[in-house]
């Protein structure tokens, strides 16, 4: 299958079976889409040829993977809810404040060390493990996390295995310790910033109603120098408030961050829900920004944004690419009584809960539902040129969205789309740039 496209003044031809692209002239473009083509008959010769030798290389409309999905009975991954509490009232907060619909509490040590037993016991042959601590506010349960930490390196260690940890946190409680721990034991940060004071202070607000901007933007600036060559991210979330999100994007970037990540809000809060009638202004709004993030790097002062970053020669295998996302199956998220569902947006929820950490066991039925979804079962993925690259999305917004994991949800697929677009744009570019 071939997805023709325009960036502006180019035009390029994707090929899901071999992963190519190509940048191609208009004639091309407008030939392989069957529109009319105003040329002579020796340039559409040409034309046709060179369409032909890219096909019999195998770099246009080359057979698409059969690659079976890798489902493993392993479990790999936990997410530990150490905090059903938080420091903040986001109005977005998909967890509900941090409650996730329920009471404010925090993992106890015996539970979290439960839950790393529940890990290596059936983590099988895998030796490398992970683990997010998550909330809520992870940080309000420093001292579980810290303990945590300290168990499973050294039960990890009688077993031949290691651990991968990472963290999200607001940034309200880093200070001297927190900031040195996680530098140390973490492989991954993510720190949550909205972008521009005004629009991060309209929903990340503290518990008495202020916006938190002023309180965490210094402490995070602090750390993520202090952080040095290791991973970290700075996340945030817009909304329909911010259609113009380019802006929070390049002022992120502007305030020294250079690993940013920025998210659609999935909500159905009416000043704050993405609509329909947003779509135009959003796709629009990736250009802008793919425009000025190519410029950036042209010039030496370019930076991460985690959807521009495609990697169409290397990455993942496709094995794992058809496989979607390991939730239910490989990757678990543990609630602080014990409780297992198959990831963080499930949480909570009774039709989803796969057992406890303290029984040791899994809902066999649940497990196997996530077991057999796949790229291949999403239906609506067929014919959808980012397939290979979008694995069909998140089961968690598919299923709040329609009621089933394999039902994606279209508002994703558009910008999905959209930016993925953009980020072979910004390959093409950067290929051109080393070339020229």
Request: aromatic share 10%; hydrophobic share 35%; glycine share 8%.
């Amino acid at each position: 299958m071939i997805h023709v496209f325009s960036y502006h003044d180019k035009r390029y031809i994707y090929d899901t079976g071999s992963g190519a692209l190509h940048e191609c002239d208009d004639a091309t473009a407008r030939y392989l889409k069957g529109e009319p083509v105003e040329i002579s008959d020796e340039e559409l010769k040409e034309t046709v040829e060179a369409i032909e030798g890219l096909r019999r290389e195998g770099l246009l409309d080359a057979p698409e993977t059969q690659a079976r999905p890798i489902k493993s009975p392993e479990v790999k991954a936990l997410c530990l809810h150490v905090s059903h509490d938080c420091n903040l009232r986001c109005r977005y907060c998909f967890a509900d404040e941090g409650a996730y619909h329920s009471v404010r509490e925090v993992m106890s040590f015996e539970t979290a060390k439960a839950a790393i037993d529940f890990l290596l016991r059936e983590s099988g042959n895998r030796k490398v493990l992970e683990v997010d601590f998550f909330g809520g506010e992870p940080l309000m349960n420093f001292d579980v996390v810290k303990r945590t930490v300290y168990y499973a390196k050294e039960e990890a260690a009688k077993l031949g295995k290691r651990f991968l940890f990472t963290t999200t946190t607001n940034g309200l409680l880093l200070d001297d310790e927190t900031v040195a721990f996680l530098n140390e034991e973490m492989e991954n940060v993510v720190l949550s910033v909205d972008g521009r004071k005004e629009v991060h202070d309209a929903v990340r607000k503290t518990v008495n109603g202020k916006g938190s901007f002023d309180a965490v933007i210094g402490k995070i600036k602090q750390f993520v120098k202090a952080r040095g060559d290791k991973h970290y991210y700075v996340r945030g979330t817009f909304t329909a408030k911010n259609l113009d999100f380019s802006k929070d994007v390049l002022f992120l970037a502007d305030n020294g961050f250079d690993s940013i990540s920025l998210e659609p809000v999935v909500t159905d809060i009416p000043d704050l829900q993405i609509r329909e009638e947003h779509l135009p202004t959003i796709e629009a709004e990736y250009e802008k920004l793919c425009d000025e993030y190519i410029r950036r790097e042209a010039e030496g002062r370019g930076f991460l944004f985690f959807h521009f970053h495609v990697d169409l020669e290397g990455g993942p295998c496709l094995a794992k690419r058809v496989s979607a996302c390991g939730a239910g199956n490989e990757y678990f998220s543990v609630v602080p009584n014990g409780d297992i569902y198959p990831c963080h947006q499930f949480a909570g929820d009774a039709a989803w809960r796969m057992g406890n950490v303290f029984e040791g066991k899994l809902d066999g039925r649940l497990r196997e539902k996530f077991a057999r979804s796949c790229l291949f079962t999403r239906k609506k993925c067929g014919d959808c040129f980012a397939k290979f690259i979008c694995s069909g999305g998140c089961s968690a917004n598919n299923y709040h969205y329609s009621g089933d994991i394999d039902e994606p949800y279209p508002m994703t697929c558009v910008m999905m789309k959209k930016r993925i677009e953009c980020a072979m744009h910004v390959l093409a570019e950067r290929k051109a740039r080393e070339n020229s």
